[in-house]
């Protein structure tokens, strides 16, 4: 069985400053692991992926996550918050195709950013 | 744009009724997944088909069903509408990598 678990249900941080967003899984098969944004009144948007491979991932807008095994944690950073970076993040865990591919969130981090 | 689209935008319909929600995935996606977000049950896996044939199921409540035609466009279908159905309807697709998935807009579903 697979879960996320996202901490801080919503953070604050000030425009300039870091960006961390904490996401721990439990997963029986090597997880894949993603993270997702939503905007106001918008779909989901794949931000970043760990599959396999090098464990620090790369993603959009500067974001950036690093996958622990031994901590079962996936944290999202930003070196340099910006206003456009205010919306919901959303931790996923998945399986490899054999294992199920549907993706298990957790249930959210609303980041506000202020000037 | 992730290339999925899902119609309709939003629907409001009443307890006990019927409703159908259709997506479209992305171009040359064979696999489509369905999410319910709701406030209290947050983002949770429904069903995906693949190709046609019914993949994985998760918390789909038994009146709701979906299926997958020969164009690859999807329906979810919920019977017996009640208030607490009301939620936003997320379809997403994959391809290749079918754990790499793309979410359509979704449909706002408002039982009253």
């Known amino acids: 069985a697979q879960s996320v678990t996202q901490l801080g249900s919503h953070v604050s941080v000030s425009e300039g400053a870091l960006v961390l967003l904490r996401c721990n899984y439990s997963?029986?098969?090597?997880?894949?692991l993603f993270w997702y944004v939503q905007y106001p009144n918008q779909g989901l948007q794949l931000l970043l992926k760990?599959?396999?491979?090098?464990?620090l991932v790369k993603g959009i807008n500067g974001f950036e996550a690093e996958f622990k095994k031994s901590e079962t944690s996936f944290h999202l950073t930003k070196p340099s918050a910006h206003m456009s970076d205010a919306a919901e993040y959303f931790c996923?865990?998945?399986?490899?195709?054999?294992?199920?591919?549907?993706?298990?969130f957790g249930k959210g981090t609303t980041l506000s950013v202020s000037s | 744009d992730s290339g999925v689209t899902q119609t309709p935008k939003h629907l409001i319909t009443a307890t006990g009724q019927r409703v159908t929600l259709r997506c479209s995935p992305r171009?040359?996606?064979?696999?489509v997944y369905w999410y319910q977000q709701s406030l209290d049950q947050g983002l949770q896996f429904l069903i995906q088909?693949?190709?046609?044939?019914?993949?994985a199921k998760g918390n789909i409540l038994e009146r709701f069903s979906a299926q997958q035609f020969p164009d690859l466009h999807s329906e979810l279908n919920l019977s017996s509408l009640e208030l607490g159905d009301s939620a936003l309807y997320f379809c997403?697709?994959?391809?290749?990598?079918?754990?790499?998935?793309?979410f359509g807009p979704g449909t706002r579903l408002t039982v009253t």
């Open positions: 997963s029986s098969v090597p997880p894949y």
């Open positions: 171009s040359g996606d064979l696999s």
């Open positions: 760990y599959t396999t491979g090098a464990t």
């Open positions: 996923a865990v998945s399986g490899a195709n054999q294992a199920g591919t549907a993706l298990i």
């Open positions: 997403a697709s994959a391809g290749q990598a079918a754990y790499e998935q793309y």
């Open positions: 088909y693949y190709n046609g044939e019914e993949r």
